[in-house]
Nanobody, 114 residues
């Protein structure tokens, strides 16, 4: 059974930084892609950043230059978030695609406020 455990969320002031981690277990095959999505109150879930097994990355325009996604051992994905803004406030979800099937973590709250 695939499980994704996220950590690293919290409350931070504008301009601050946070690092999210997502550890995957129960995966037999190398994930095709790992990524982070977010959902703010009253809004749809949106892609923040994703990375493929080959290291290619994709970012939402709103986070380019501020967020960095990385992966190690193909089972842990990180999201380094710098220069955080109040509009980055959301629940952040880890997503892993393995053998054509997507799996979601439980979500971690990120709140950017003074």
């Amino acid at each position: 059974q695939v499980q994704l455990v996220e950590s690293g969320g919290g409350l931070v002031q504008p301009g601050g930084s946070l690092r999210l981690s997502c550890a995957a277990s129960g995966i037999i095959f190398t994930p095709n892609e790992m990524g982070w999505y977010r959902q703010a109150p009253g809004k749809e879930r949106e892609l923040v950043a994703a990375i493929t097994r080959f290291g290619s990355t994709n970012y939402a325009d709103s986070v380019k230059g501020r967020f960095t996604i990385s992966m190690d051992n193909a089972k842990t994905v990180y999201l380094q978030m710098n220069s955080l803004k109040p509009e980055d406030t959301a629940v952040y979800y880890c997503n892993v695609v393995v053998a054509g099937k997507g799996y979601w973590g439980q979500g971690t709250q990120v709140t950017v406020s003074s």
